[in-house]
Structures are given as C-alpha cells and as structure tokens.
C-alpha cells in the first residue's frame, strides 16, 4: 500500500477500520524516512501474513504494536527486517499460536538493545532463519519461552549480535534434525560457556 514511498514523513492512518484485511504484507516496506506511525486504532484479527509489513522502516525509532490481534498470523518473515533506528519495541501481548515463520524478523535491527518474546507461543514455528543477524546493538535477548521442538532451521539465528552478553534461550528443546550452523557465529561478547550451556536446560548469560 505505502511500499517504497521514500520520502514520506508522516502518515495518520488512525481512521482506517481494517477489522477485514487479511493481508498486510509489505504495507509500510522501505518508508525509509517514516518516523513516527501510530497503529493504535489497528484491528489485525483477520491478518494471516505480516511479511515484511515494516522492513526498511530506517527512521522509526519506537514501534507499539501491542495492540495487534496476531492469532491468526502465519508469517512475520522479515517483519522489522532493516530498521536500523529502531531502539525499542513492544510485542509482549502478541498471540502466536499459529505462527510458522519467523525468518530474518529482526535482521540488521542494527539500533535495537533489547528484545523480550518471552510470551511468545512458537510451537508451530518451523523457521527461525537468521532472526536476529545483524542486531550488532543488541544486548539483552529473552526467548525463555520459546518451544523449537518443530524448527528446523536456526541458521544465523544470531549471527553478528557482536554485543549480546544476556540470552535465554530453551536449546535443548530443539529438534534433532534443526540446522544450528552459524548460530553463534559473531557473538564475541557471548560468556564461553556457550558449549557447557548447549548441555543444559536453557543457554543464561
């Protein structure tokens, strides 16, 4: 809808009853100068995809969608993917029961500090491909939640987060045929217990 408009600053959505749209993939991708959106008045009840709804979203520094009726959503694939201002972000009231891919959803969030989806349900998730590669802000990941019985790929999952020094993350419950190459790859500032925690119920740093 508003894909590749560039130069646009400001945009006031607030009368749009989208209570009927089922797809809003790609709706604000590559708004590169967008500061500032409000999403409050938002109804995603009968949203299924959410691919790249705000990628490359370079100026928005703060995003609330805690408002988001996210039950029905499939794909969040590269959601966030290339919003490098992007310090802070509230998703704790997200449902997720039905979400099956969560490829590159933060890729190269290059600003972002801090990532809590401890509420997150990922029991139905089957790709977690390169989730946070390129967060090089990134300190503090919260994933204690997380169910990767089913995921079969975490490639690069975390990949470059060169300042990630606290993650909690369920690694045992991973399937044994999920692909973990490169996982760590780039984490210089990770505790080296990292092969001792692979061993034990949750990776705590």
Not at 162 to 182: G, R
């Given at each position: 809808m508003?894909?590749?408009?560039?130069?646009l600053?400001?945009?006031?959505?607030?009368?749009?009853?989208?209570?009927?749209?089922?797809?809003?993939?790609?709706?604000?991708?590559?708004?590169?100068?967008?500061?500032k959106?409000?999403?409050?008045?938002?109804?995603?009840?009968?949203?299924?995809?959410?691919?790249?709804?705000?990628?490359?979203?370079?100026?928005i520094?703060?995003?609330?969608?805690?408002?988001?009726?996210?039950?029905?959503?499939?794909?969040?694939?590269?959601?966030?993917?290339?919003?490098?201002?992007?310090?802070?972000?509230?998703?704790?009231?997200?449902?997720?029961?039905?979400?099956?891919?969560?490829?590159?959803?933060?890729?190269?969030?290059?600003?972002?500090?801090?990532?809590?989806?401890?509420?997150?349900?990922?029991?139905?998730?089957?790709?977690?491909?390169?989730?946070?590669?390129?967060?090089?802000?990134?300190?503090?990941?919260?994933?204690?939640?997380?169910?990767?019985?089913?995921?079969?790929?975490?490639?690069?999952?975390?990949?470059?987060?060169?300042?990630?020094?606290?993650?909690?993350?369920?690694?045992?419950?991973?399937?044994?045929?999920?692909?973990?190459?490169?996982?760590?790859?780039?984490?210089?500032?990770?505790?080296?217990?990292?092969?001792?925690?692979?061993?034990?119920?949750?990776?705590?740093?």
């Amino acid at each position: 809808m508003f894909n590749f408009c560039e130069n646009l600053e400001e945009l006031n959505i607030s009368s749009f009853n989208t209570e009927n749209v089922t797809d809003m993939s790609y709706m604000f991708s590559n708004c590169k100068s967008l500061k500032k959106i409000n999403l409050s008045n938002f109804n995603t009840q009968n949203v299924t995809n959410m691919v790249s709804m705000f990628e490359r979203c370079q100026s928005i520094k703060e995003l609330d969608i805690s408002n988001f009726d996210t039950r029905k959503v499939e794909s969040m694939n590269s959601m966030f993917r290339g919003c490098y201002s992007l310090l802070t972000i509230n998703l704790y009231n997200l449902i997720t029961n039905v979400l099956r891919d969560m490829s590159n959803m933060f890729y190269e969030c290059t600003s972002l500090k801090v990532a809590d989806l401890s509420s997150f349900d990922t029991e139905g998730v089957r790709s977690m491909y390169c989730m946070f590669n390129g967060c090089t802000s990134i300190k503090r990941i919260n994933l204690s939640n997380f169910n990767v019985r089913n995921v079969t790929t975490m490639y690069c999952m975390f990949q470059r987060c060169k300042s990630l020094k606290y993650l909690k993350f369920p690694f045992l419950k991973k399937a044994p045929q999920t692909n973990t190459e490169n996982m760590f790859f780039g984490c210089n500032s990770l505790n080296l217990l990292v092969k001792k925690g692979i061993n034990q119920k949750c990776i705590c740093f």
